[in-house]
């Protein structure tokens, strides 16, 4: 392909997202002989180059997908960087001699990596938790940018095409519905519901002096525990905890990666462990 890219280098968008979709945007797409030759050198020898020139002539795929789900209102780069998870897993486990393309296998695999993600990070409160439920959220989530509510029939004919009970039909499209609700009613409104804003009825304990001061001792006393605990990691543990967790600009796992040389994965496995030590010493 004539590149000199490195993986390491596009794995992640980073901060400068437009200069990321330029970059891979000029990347050759390949033709159906290179690609089958590529394919054919991975599946065969396990040649890691092979597969490298296949991730890289995909990345520009991954950013079209990415594009399709921004009503979502996360990030572009992180839905670009989960999706290229998905592009890697998909590249490992393409087998040439089923005669498709490659794009037509890893969309499955970019587009799941994105529906997690979505799914983890849409609202503080998971909307969708069952594989029905999942199922469910970006079949209606798209119908609904064009439809208001569902008639029963229009209900009766999602659930059958989707397999799927009626009502697991009209809980989802509840839950898609829902608003917030304001704590406290409009400084205008003098409705006869007002009265039921929860500020009337709820009652608001952050005046208590007694609450105040023990939250006050509760959080130096954590903050204490937290920092004793993770000065007890080493300075490559540290780092990461911090980078990941405390950092105002939290860094990715791919960005830690390419710090360290070493793989994504390596980078989760250190968090892990160094997440568990510092919960362990917190309870002492």
């Given amino acids: 392909m004539g590149t000199s890219l490195q993986p390491v280098d596009l794995m992640s968008p980073g901060r400068n997202l437009e200069g990321y979709i330029q970059t891979v ?24 180059e092979a597969a490298r020139q296949l991730v890289m002539a995909h990345l520009r795929f991954v950013v079209h997908i990415a594009k399709s789900y921004s009503g979502y209102g996360l990030s572009q780069a992180d839905l670009i960087q989960e999706g290229n998870v998905g592009l890697m897993k998909a590249v490992k486990r393409f087998d040439p001699r089923v005669g498709v393309r490659l794009v037509s296998f890893a969309v499955h695999w970019i587009k799941a990596e994105m529906h997690e993600f979505i799914l983890r990070n849409w609202r503080i409160v998971k909307v969708a938790t069952t ?16 439809l208001g509510w569902f008639t029963n029939d229009e209900v009766h004919a999602v659930a059958e095409d989707l397999g799927v009970e009626p009502k697991v039909v009209r809980e989802m499209e509840r839950r898609l519905s829902a608003q917030d609700a304001a704590f406290d009613a409009g400084v205008d409104d003098d409705s006869d519901e007002a009265y039921k804003a929860p500020a009337y009825y709820l009652e608001d304990q952050r005046a208590d002096p007694a609450r105040l001061l023990e939250d006050a001792q509760w959080g130096q006393q954590s903050n204490d525990k937290l920092q004793s605990a993770i000065e007890t990691l ?12 405390l950092s105002e600009e939290k860094a990715t796992l791919h960005e830690l990666a390419a710090e360290y040389q070493v793989s994504a994965e390596r980078i989760r496995q250190l968090e892990k462990s160094a997440m568990k030590k510092v919960k362990a010493l917190m309870v002492i």
């Avoid at 945007?25 to 396990?46: C, D, N």
């Avoid at 029905?132 to 064009?146: G, W």
Wanted: hydrophobic residues 40%.
């Fill in 25 to 48: 945007s000029a990347i050759p797409v390949l033709t159906v002989e290179q690609e089958r030759e590529l394919a054919e050198r991975l599946f065969y020898q396990e040649d890691l």
């Fill in 234 to 245: 080493d300075d490559r543990s540290r780092n990461i905890l911090v980078q990941r967790w």
């Fill in 131 to 146: 594989k029905a439920q999942r199922k469910m959220f970006f079949n209606l989530r798209s119908a609904k940018k064009t």
